[in-house]
């Protein structure tokens, strides 16, 4: 049986010094893009899928974030959990968990942007988390990224098993931000900071492991120059500017 999820949360605590300038007075979810902030497309895409309750963590510009929140009709029910220290991926998530229940629920960096392909990146998230599975990560194609990706983040077998990069190698894929994990898989993991990636090499380790590969467009928002870009390969889309982005 696959998942049917009902909650999520999105990620939005981080400093995003990489983005700075445009990050000094205000969170990284909150910048603009083809007219909405990623926070709000992040929403949107949940909404779609009928995710009901979203948990949104805040540190850097809390207040900002909130009060943006504060606007934002439902659905989704949306929730700030305010950090007194930076928790990290792994470490906020662990401290949202009492909103979740006991079903899977998606996790979204606050800066991942995403074009859907044929059918959406997020049901397939939960088509791919059978019943054997504990999480399962929408990765993308390094060779269509705009952006530096350095050496990639994973390979991928037959069956949608990631494995991480060994030393020295290049992989094909690069983690996009998204996925959608059950609450159990943090089951044991102390409070305070740490990183996602050790649950999920947790779930590599007993083989509860998923990757779905996106077929639509994603895009890197790491510096301010990946942000104008994105924001011109999307006015591309809209004018059919087909000089963007070799001009």
């Not at 979203?54 to 959990?81: C, M, R, Y």
């Not at 060779?143 to 190698?169: S, Y």
């Amino acid at each position: 049986m696959t998942a049917r999820p009902h909650s999520a949360m999105v990620l939005a605590a981080g400093l995003a010094t990489r983005m700075r300038p445009l990050t000094n007075e205000t969170a990284k979810p909150l910048l603009m893009l083809g007219g909405r902030t990623l926070l709000d497309h992040a929403l949107d895409h949940l909404v779609e899928e009928g995710v009901a309750t979203v948990v949104v963590n805040a540190f850097w510009q809390g207040d900002k974030v909130a009060e943006h929140l504060a606007g934002h009709s439902p659905p989704p029910k949306t929730i700030v959990l305010r950090e007194t220290e930076l928790l990290d991926t792994g470490g906020g998530v662990r401290n949202a968990l009492g909103y979740f229940g006991a079903d899977p629920f998606f996790v979204i960096n606050g800066d991942a942007f995403w074009l859907n392909g044929p059918v959406p990146a997020l049901r397939r998230l939960a088509q791919a988390c059978t019943d054997d599975v504990d999480v399962v990560l929408l990765v993308h194609r390094t060779f269509q990224v705009h952006a530096e990706t350095g050496l990639g983040d994973f390979a991928v077998n037959q069956i949608g098993e990631p494995r991480r990069r060994r030393e020295k190698e290049i992989v094909p894929y690069i983690f996009a931000g998204v996925s959608l994990m059950r609450p159990g898989l943090l089951e044991g993991m102390a409070p305070g900071p740490f990183s996602m990636n050790l649950v999920w090499d947790r779930a590599m380790e007993a083989g509860r492991i998923r990757a779905v590969v996106h077929d639509g467009i994603w895009f890197h928002l790491t510096t301010p120059a990946d942000l104008a870009e994105a924001e011109g390969v999307l006015e591309a889309r809209v004018t059919g500017d087909v000089r963007w982005p070799w001009r």
